[in-house]
């Protein structure tokens, strides 16, 4: 075989070599690329991180300014009483709303639904409302769930508004939680169901006690505005100025009854007055260093307690329950029970605790019955014994003791000691969760009412008449009725009225269930139905119902919804005059007219027998139809009696 040349060698070298060279700098000019490429994100991941980071950084500034916003409103709020640092307060929440903090948010939402410190803005309020339930917030889901139940601010929905109640509870919401009891427990928009109703109830109950347990829930007044109108001159649940300044007077001369009682209505902040623990101790003081037992008891218990302007201490505590259980006071010996019991100040002693609790249970005291009744139950210093339990238990409730509701309703609930009861634990359960914080919404719904606020009067007592207090189904009707509400339209005040009404027939008022039947009788927000109508006077008699047996009287009278029935009618009449004295004139009225009628008949029945008799020209005879047509031309005729309106 030939040799290559030299020269073909050569070439083929520098072929090669170039080659070589040209794939070397396509190699360079690849990587210089691929470099330039990453450096170029790696410039532009830099700057988005940068921009995150200053986003992020903005936001926490954001966060933590209106974080101060907001406790510095808060504090205003809390302490202030003028008008004028009020607003101011809402100018710097609605600021930190601004910049999105949530409780702010919260807050102001509610402010201008229910008409805090200002004006409503129920467009406003819906607004905020839908933004926060938006981000997750249990609140605005509780707060548009009332506002679709009611037709507040958008559509009547019930469907929309369940599934808000629904999202509200799962967040853990105490107000969602109780309506959804309310509404399994009567089915509201669904079915009647006891253990779901019980589930809600508990979780709502549970949170209840543990403040109770605290002294931190005490219940308030809750007034029927109807009652207030038809009787403007008594009022037992808020004490008049005038009587306030007697009583003021009283106590100052040394009347040491007074001064316990102002004492503990400024402890507990009722009948109108603040809660005042300053006033209240200084009461208290007075009528212990006058030798009242009940003055020195109560200091005791304040001692006990501990609070802004009584600095707790148990030696003082066991003081002055020493001095008021030496002269047989309850409260002083239950409260050195309770300090064996726990062993504040003293070694902890269940023999001695249990000995001061028997003599004060033994005394009628609410407060020792329901000690004993939790000793039996977990077996401190006695036998466990849940029978007994359950007796002290239901002899506490009896008396008013709250705490002892909640354990009566959780042994019917698990079987304890009594055989499980689903419905009475319901009853016990929600009790119990109406005595929450929220019940406060009486006392500044009725406030609202009295200055002429209608609209936030109607909005508070709607949202406690959605949460099952019959007191509040009565009042928001009776605000619907009266026709002065602007935040509805005029077609939807009659159909809600309606249905509050009736909601609160179901509790039990027998006066709302005859508004049930006049609704009906005179077709306001539904169609006219006799037949419904009379159902509802029927159930309305048993509760002894004046205005309700003359209503009944009234159909059977004339056949409406029932067969018409003379002699029924007069002894429902009669019965109306005998039930209450305000009937008489009207029953009166009302039975001559029947008489008349009567009369009426008896000539007819008369004429009639003479035309058998074969008389055949006779004048026109009046039939009763023609009688009864003549005498409802004067129908309705109201006459007032007392406080009572009756029409005939």
């Not at 974080?67 to 009020?86: G, P, R, T, V, W």
């Not at 002294?215 to 109807?226: G, H, I």
């Not at 029953?587 to 027998?609: C, I, P, W, Y």
């Amino acid at each position: 075989m030939k040799a290559l040349p030299v020269a073909l060698l050569q070439a083929l070298l520098v072929s090669v070599h170039k080659t070589e060279n040209f794939f070397e700098n396509q190699k360079e000019k690849n990587v210089s690329k691929q470099e330039a490429l990453n450096e170029s994100q790696l410039l532009t991941m830099q700057d988005t991180f940068s921009s995150q980071a200053e986003d992020l950084a903005r936001r926490k500034e954001n966060e933590e300014r209106g974080h101060q916003l907001y406790k510095m409103s808060n504090k205003i709020l809390k302490h202030s009483k003028s008008k004028k640092e009020k607003e101011e307060a809402y100018q710097l929440l609605t600021q930190a709303a601004d910049m999105g903090h949530l409780k702010a948010m919260e807050k102001l939402a509610a402010a201008l639904l229910f008409g805090y410190h200002g004006p409503q803005n129920i467009t406003a309020a819906v607004t905020l409302y839908e933004t926060l339930a938006e981000k997750g917030s249990h609140k605005g889901q509780t707060a548009l769930g009332f506002m679709f139940s009611y037709g507040i601010g958008m559509e009547y929905n019930q469907a929309k508004a369940l599934v808000y109640y629904t999202f509200g509870s799962l967040g853990g919401n105490l107000i969602s939680q109780m309506i959804l009891g309310y509404r399994y427990w009567v089915g509201i928009n669904v079915p009647r169901n006891c253990e779901a109703a019980l589930t809600n109830y508990r979780k709502v109950a549970y949170f209840i006690a543990d403040k109770l347990e605290k002294n931190e829930e005490m219940p308030v007044e809750k007034v029927r505005l109807m009652e207030k109108s038809e009787n403007l001159s008594s009022n037992n649940d808020f004490l008049d100025w005038d009587v306030h300044q007697y009583y003021k007077f009283l106590a100052e001369r040394g009347d040491t009854q007074i001064q316990v009682f102002l004492g503990q209505l400024h402890l507990a902040g009722r009948k109108g007055l603040e809660k005042d623990h300053s006033k209240a101790f200084y009461y208290f003081l007075k009528a212990a260093k006058a030798g009242n037992t009940h003055g020195m008891a109560f200091l005791g218990r304040m001692f006990l307690e501990g609070s802004v302007a009584v600095t707790q201490s148990n030696a003082s505590a066991f003081k002055y329950f020493t001095m008021a259980a030496e002269k047989g006071n309850a409260v002083g010996l239950w409260g050195l029970g309770l300090l064996y019991y726990q062993g504040k100040g003293v070694p902890v002693n269940y023999t001695e605790a249990f000995k001061y609790f028997h003599i004060a249970a033994e005394k009628g005291l609410a407060d020792a019955q329901f000690q004993i009744g939790v000793m039996y139950h977990s077996g401190s210093g006695v036998r466990k014994d849940y029978k007994l339990a359950f007796k002290y238990f239901y002899l506490a409730s009896q008396n008013g003791q709250p705490s002892a509701v909640y354990y009566l309703a959780q042994m019917y609930a698990a079987g304890t000691g009594v055989f499980r009861s689903c419905q009475n634990a319901v009853e016990l359960y929600r009790s119990v969760c109406e005595l929450g914080s929220w019940s406060e919404k009486f006392l500044t719904a009725y406030f609202a009412y009295q200055d002429g606020n209608i609209d936030s009067s109607l909005i508070h007592y709607a949202l406690l008449a959605e949460m099952g207090y019959e007191v509040a189904q009565s009042n928001s009707a009776y605000i619907l009725e009266s026709e002065q509400v602007k935040i509805l339209s005029n077609d939807q005040m009659y159909p809600l009225a309606l249905l509050l009404w009736n909601r609160a027939a179901a509790e039990g008022n027998a006066f709302a269930r005859v508004k049930t039947g006049d609704y009906h009788f005179y077709g306001y927000g539904t169609k006219r139905d006799y037949v419904t109508a009379a159902i509802h006077y029927s159930l309305a008699v048993d509760h002894h119902i004046a205005q309700a047996m003359f209503n009944l009287a009234y159909m059977y009278e004339h056949g409406l919804g029932i067969p018409k029935d003379i002699h029924l009618a007069k002894r429902w009449y009669d019965l109306a005059a005998q039930t209450s004295p305000d009937a008489s004139i009207p029953v009166f009225l009302a039975r001559m007219k029947l008489e008349v009628k009567l009369l009426f008949s008896e000539m007819q029945l008369f004429k009639t027998h003479q035309a058998n008799q074969g008389e055949r020209d006779k004048p026109h005879t009046i039939t009763v139809d023609e009688i009864d047509n003549h005498m409802n031309n004067f129908h309705p005729i109201v006459v007032e009696s007392g406080t009572k309106k009756f029409a005939f």
